[in-house]
């Protein structure tokens, strides 16, 4: 399988990024797209002291990577395998981290000269877009940051993602879209509840109209995304 990172060009930005979060330099700025909507960031600089004693959970080495053969068959997407159970598990260990970033600083693709690889075309990508939406539809922290550079990290609106279904995503294996389906309808679904057992209920209204959108491309009703309890009384 090819890598993803051959020169270690985004993973050298994550190591600046650390670095400078430990000695109190990196700034946090609202995106362009928050800008806009007279969004302020939300995230402190000061959170950032805790990174002595932080975990990192990167998606690349963190899951078990397949050869070449395994990597175009459904085998990393079978709940039966170790790399299955890793991969739909990555929604559980988006629930658990304190801050979500988005590496994507501007790089050659390493095979492709001329073609940069940016944060536009990491969000065409399916998988990226499934850890960006189960961030969005966290229980817990729904923060995102993006870095495409080592002295600031820009807060994205947390809107974005409700323009790009994961079902309409770049995959390399087209079995994974399907398998996705299920695991997007229950993120949904646990979201849903949530919103509607706080009283959230105009977010709730926002979600449940957005349902046709947020799974287009997976060939389903996107009506059998419900919240049992509560669709009664409010769809």
Request: charged share 25%; glycine share 6%.
């Amino acid at each position: 399988r090819r890598h993803p990172d051959p020169t270690a060009k985004q993973l050298r930005m994550l190591q600046r990024i650390l670095h400078r979060s430990r000695a109190g330099t990196l700034r946090v700025e609202p995106h362009i797209h928050c800008v806009v909507h007279g969004e302020k960031a939300s995230v402190k600089q000061a959170w950032f002291r805790g990174f002595r004693d932080a975990f990192v959970w990167y998606d690349y080495f963190s899951v078990p990577q397949p050869w070449a053969p395994e990597a175009e068959s459904s085998q990393h997407c079978d709940s039966h395998t170790d790399l299955g159970k890793a991969v739909m598990s990555i929604p559980a260990y988006v629930d658990r981290c304190e801050f979500f970033m988005i590496l994507a600083p501007e790089v050659e693709h390493s095979e492709m000269p001329g073609c940069m690889l940016t944060y536009q075309t990491w969000k065409q990508r399916g998988w990226c877009r499934l850890e960006r939406v189960a961030r969005a539809l966290s229980p817990n922290k729904t923060h995102m940051l993006l870095v495409t550079q080592a002295s600031v990290l820009y807060e994205i609106g947390p809107k974005q993602w409700l323009f790009d279904p994961v079902g309409e995503g770049d995959f390399s294996a087209p079995a994974d879209r399907e398998r996705l389906a299920p695991v997007l309808a229950s993120l949904l679904a646990r979201k849903l509840q949530a919103l509607f057992d706080e009283g959230s209920i105009g977010a709730y209204q926002l979600l449940m109209a957005r349902r046709a959108v947020l799974m287009r491309g997976f060939g389903i009703d996107h009506c059998s995304v419900r919240a049992p309890s509560c669709v009664g009384s409010l769809a």
